[in-house]
């Protein structure tokens, strides 16, 4: 099974940039990247998914390199609600992982 | 709102009893899953179901078991349980099983076992 590796926990200011980055070195041919965002107490919701190169959404977007061994969300102008864990995710039922904190202050 | 809905929102158990939670997915979705969440941890998957066959299992417990109806509903029965088994149960749909697909998530069913 592919496994992801991302950071704990990320700080960040209203307004900045926040690129995330997800390492999944045994990522299989036909595996997808897909990142969601939680709020405490609620559902995953789904934010970007990719398979190579760069997709952008209104929300989002998620750089992938030739060699898929890892990824990075990028969240443009962060405001406080974006304060949210993020999870990096191969494959559609592995286990989500702690994912990442993102702490957004004013 | 994502679709899914998943009754009941809480609920409040003594060990060793048996409680069910319920699912329904998205208006078309074919594919069932169900997680758990424990305080502080990451989501667990539990099992996944598509079109009424049992499809993957994760790390769900012997106690535990689900299945999904004809009319695509899902049910998550938990037994025998115990203190450890407190946590968020959520449940989540996708059109089919591949992971080209997003999943919609219930907002969820808090289980409080004393």
């Known amino acids: 099974l592919a496994k992801t590796t991302q950071p704990i926990s990320m700080d960040s200011y209203e307004g900045q940039e926040v690129n995330i980055t997800c390492s999944h070195n045994?990522?299989?041919?036909?595996?997808?990247i897909t990142w969601y965002q939680q709020f405490p107490s609620q559902g995953p919701r789904f934010i970007i998914q990719?398979?190579?190169t760069k997709v952008t959404n209104e929300v989002a977007s998620l750089f992938i390199p030739a060699d898929r061994k890892s990824s990075t969300l990028s969240l443009p102008r962060v405001s406080l609600s974006d304060t949210a864990v993020y999870y990096c995710?191969?494959?559609?039922?592995?286990?989500f992982g702690a994912g990442t904190t993102v702490t957004v202050r004013a | 709102d994502s679709g899914v809905t998943q009754t009941p929102k809480h609920l409040i158990t003594a060990t060793g009893q048996r409680v069910t939670l319920r699912c329904s997915p998205r208006?078309?979705?074919?594919?069932v899953y169900w997680y758990q969440q424990s305080l502080d941890q990451g989501l667990q998957f539990l099992i996944q179901?598509?079109?009424?066959?049992?499809?993957a299992k994760g790390n769900i417990l012997e106690r535990f078991s689900a299945q999904q109806f004809p009319d695509l509903h899902s049910e998550l029965n938990l037994s025998s349980l115990e203190l450890g088994d407190s946590a968020l149960y959520f449940c989540?749909?996708?059109?089919?099983?591949?992971?080209?697909?997003?999943?919609?998530f219930g907002p969820g069913t808090r289980l409080t076992v004393t």
């Open positions: 995710l191969v494959e559609d039922k592995l286990s």
């Open positions: 179901y598509y079109n009424g066959e049992e499809r």
């Open positions: 990719g398979y190579k």
């Open positions: 989540a749909s996708s059109p089919t099983p591949g992971q080209a697909y997003e999943q919609y």
């Open positions: 045994n990522i299989a041919t036909n595996d997808y």
């Open positions: 208006s078309g979705d074919l594919s």
